[in-house]
Nanobody
């Protein structure tokens, strides 16, 4: 059983930056991703990474502003968020599933497979 713990959320002004971290209790070869959910909206994928080769994929809304990365030695996935806007405000969750092979894009389109989830970290953005 893998536990995921997010940290790094907070409140920033529009245009500011935050770096989220998600530490896993065990090494996971497979997909890791960041998801977010704002009040009254469905959960959406933000960015994903396949830990086997580091390939990534981003939602159109965050391309060029967010960067996902993974440190295999620390079992930790990060989300660097720059140029934050009010529409980015949400509860951010990290998630993972094990897979012997994959790709960042494949991780993004298989969101139904994620079976390990963190408890979430709140991001607020003031205009």
């Amino acid at each position: 059983q893998v536990q995921l713990v997010e940290s790094g959320g907070g409140s920033v002004q529009a245009g500011g930056s935050l770096r989220l971290s998600c530490a896993a209790s065990d090494y996971i070869r497979g997909c890791k991703g960041w998801f977010r959910q704002a009040p009254g909206k469905e959960r959406e994928g933000v960015a994903t990474i396949y830990t086997g080769d580091g390939s990534t994929y981003y939602a159109d809304s965050v391309k060029g502003r967010f960067t996902i990365s993974h440190d295999n030695a620390k079992n930790t996935v990060y989300l660097q968020m720059n140029s934050l806007q009010p529409e980015d405000a949400a509860m951010y969750y990290c998630a993972a599933y094990r897979s012997r092979g994959g790709s960042g894009g494949g991780c993004f389109v298989t969101q139904y497979r994620y079976n390990y989830w963190g408890q979430g970290t709140q991001v607020t953005v003031s205009s």
